[in-house]
């Protein structure tokens, strides 16, 4: 006679998840039923534990069946179910990884392609860490969004150099403030005159010493009074040190306060 040896908990809990936790015999389903791990071709037959060789069954029908097997067709439906069940895990599977995979190298034509743009610009190829910085931008930033961003950051920064140590540091603006910007226009999508608040930003920047934050408040007062965009460029425009610019506009200010 062949020993029985032990379901161990784990493989129980398997075969409960495979069936739906549903007697395979009546259809009973846990918690209206108690359910037990039933072997197929009965141990007294010489059967295993292998899952293949189990059911879930409800308790009636596991007293009731004993050491009788189901009848051939029966063994025969269910392993063809779990086979078939099987071979569609793996595919499923298949098609996971397979996904994964085109994504990944959807990501990296992305980051090579910012990094074109880069080189476009600056003649400078990205090193390995700025390649994973640009990947992580697109996790955050459509790739029109970073290139846009890109453009827009070499249009304040990116000047003709002949010093390569000039050439650096703007590659390097360029680079930096490219997330920046980004964030500042997905922050401001429903104001689109901050665009020209930021050129008129960027022009005091290039010919002078800027105060980033003071400027742009500054310039959003002076949008906000009702001060004309083509005024705020043309004072950027003709001011000859940030001084005097931050003073003329404040005075501007104070006056459309009176």
């Not at 032990?6 to 936790?21: H, T, Y």
């Not at 901050?194 to 960027?202: E, I, N, T």
């Amino acid at each position: 006679m062949t020993k029985r040896k032990p379901i161990g908990k784990k493989l129980r809990f398997e075969v409960f998840k495979r069936d739906n936790f549903t007697c395979q015999y009546c259809g009973g389903q846990a918690p209206d039923v108690v359910l037990h791990v039933d072997h197929i071709n009965p141990v007294a037959g010489g059967g295993d534990n292998d899952i293949l060789n189990l059911v879930t069954s409800c308790e009636p029908c596991n007293l009731g069946k004993g050491a009788r097997e189901l009848d051939d067709n029966s063994v025969l439906a269910k392993q063809r179910a779990q086979l078939k069940e099987l071979s569609q895990r793996r595919e499923q599977l298949e098609m996971m990884v397979n996904w994964r995979e085109g994504l990944k190298s959807l990501d990296d034509d992305l980051v090579a392609k910012v990094e074109d743009l880069f080189l476009a610009i600056t003649s400078r190829e990205l090193t390995d860490v700025g390649r994973k910085k640009v990947r992580q931008w697109l996790r955050k930033y459509s790739f029109t969004e970073v290139c846009d961003a890109m453009e827009g950051a070499s249009e304040s920064y990116w000047h003709d150099a002949e010093d390569e140590e000039d050439r650096r540091e703007q590659a390097e603006k360029v680079f930096s403030y490219t997330p920046i910007i980004c964030a500042a226009r997905k922050r401001n999508a429903g104001k689109p005159w901050m665009k020209d608040l930021y050129w008129c930003r960027g022009v005091i920047r290039n010919r002078h010493y800027c105060n980033d934050q003071k400027a742009i408040q500054l310039l959003e007062r002076a949008y906000d009074a009702g001060i004309e965009i083509d005024d705020l460029k043309a004072l950027c425009l003709n001011s000859r040190s940030w001084t005097e610019w931050h003073r003329t506009l404040e005075d501007l200010l104070e006056g459309e306060d009176v």
